[in-house]
Every structure is written in C-alpha cells, then in structure tokens.
C-alpha cells in the first residue's frame, strides 16, 4: 500500500490550498480513507472522512464550511479543498485508509480506525 499526499506550501490567511493523494497497490474504491493533521507540539487530528463512494462525508467542527474531502476513483485519488485558511490550520496534513470492511459509510474520527497512512504534507498558514 502506498499513499503520496501532495498540495501543501505556504499560504496567506484566508487563501485556498487543495490537497491530493494518490493510492497505489490496493484497491482505493473499496475502502473509506481520511485526512489527519499534526500542528507543531499538538498530537494528529482527526479532521474529515469519506466512504468509499464518496457521497458520506464527515467533518471535525474546527473545518466544517471551510474544507472539503472528495475523492476520484477513477483516478485513485484523494482531495481536501482548503478554503479561507487559518494561522491555526498550519500542519502537517496525512491521509489515511481504513481498511475494515464495511457498507459505505465514513469510518470513526480516531486514528486508531485508518491502517495505512500517507507521508504527510506541510501547509503553512502566516502572514
């Protein structure tokens, strides 16, 4: 299993990023996958789910109206849009696999629900 998040930088208060990662070497369109944050000195949060079909979705509070979690079978791909971006949303950004089987709902919004995880990508957000 391989998960390569991409899509972070530096960016302004109140700008947009949009975060992929790209599965390999199983079947992405089978199960539920989510996004993870570390912020520097804070352990890794949950911050949103998606099912396997992409038409459940689940939010942590923090994000809900500003990010997005998609994703494109198709293509293998995973997606969180990142809009009006916060000094406090700066972190270290992991996507995640649950791989327990399930119908097509989101998995839980702890890490100890996700098996595999992606490397991380870096989103800064200062002024």
């Known amino acids: 299993v391989q998960l390569q998040a991409s899509g972070g930088g530096l960016v302004q208060p109140g700008d947009y990023l949009r975060l992929s990662c790209a599965g390999s070497a199983y079947t992405f369109s089978n199960y539920a996958m989510g996004w993870f944050r570390q912020a520097p000195g804070k352990e890794r949060e949950f911050v949103a789910s998606?099912?396997?079909?992409?038409?459940?979705?689940f939010y942590t509070d923090s994000v809900k109206g500003r990010f997005s979690v998609s994703r494109d079978n198709a293509k293998n791909t995973l997606y969180l849009q990142m809009d009006k971006l916060k000094p406090e949303d700066t972190a270290v950004y992991y996507c995640?696999?649950?791989?327990?089987?399930?119908?097509?709902?989101?998995?839980?919004?702890?890490?100890?629900?996700?098996?595999?995880w992606g490397q991380g990508t870096l989103v800064t957000v200062s002024s």
């Open positions: 998606i099912s396997r079909s992409g038409v459940q979705t």
């Open positions: 995640a696999v649950d791989f327990s089987v399930k119908p097509d709902v989101v998995g839980p919004p702890r890490e100890n629900a996700y098996n595999a």
